[in-house]
């Protein structure tokens, strides 16, 4: 079974950009789809983006209307990790971030720990 741990969560100024990793350990990700969701207090987790497992060396990258052309998401298969650029933060997007993968499930079923991100205004 894969194990995640997130990192790279912080305290940033609107308008500004963090890099959150999840390092997985116990599993490669070749053949994993991953994505990152986010949960703020009050509210239900929400899908911010994924990048699917598509056979062979094939992902692809999908992103809510929320975070499209703000953030990205992208894999290290050298570091067997995968990663979320934020771009252009705002307060709103306050939450801890999580990332998740699914093998052959339709469901996502591994989690991390998540990661807080506090945009101040």
């Known amino acids: 079974q894969v194990q995640l741990v997130e990192s790279g969560g912080g305290l940033v100024q609107a308008g500004g950009s963090l890099r959150l990793s999840c390092a997985a350990s116990g599993r490669t990700l070749t053949s994993y789809s991953m994505a990152w969701f986010r949960q703020a207090p009050g509210k239900e987790r929400e899908f911010l983006a994924g990048t699917r497992y598509g056979g062979g060396s094939v992902y692809y990258a999908d992103y809510s209307e929320s975070v499209k052309g703000r953030f990205t998401i992208f894999r290290d298969i050298a570091k067997n990790g995968v990663y979320l650029q934020l771009n252009s933060l705002k307060p709103e997007d306050t939450a801890v971030y999580f990332c998740?993968?699914?093998?052959?499930?339709?469901?996502?079923?591994?989690w991390g720990q998540g990661t807080q991100v506090t945009v101040s205004s």
């Open positions: 998740a993968a699914r093998i052959a499930t339709s469901e996502y079923d591994v």
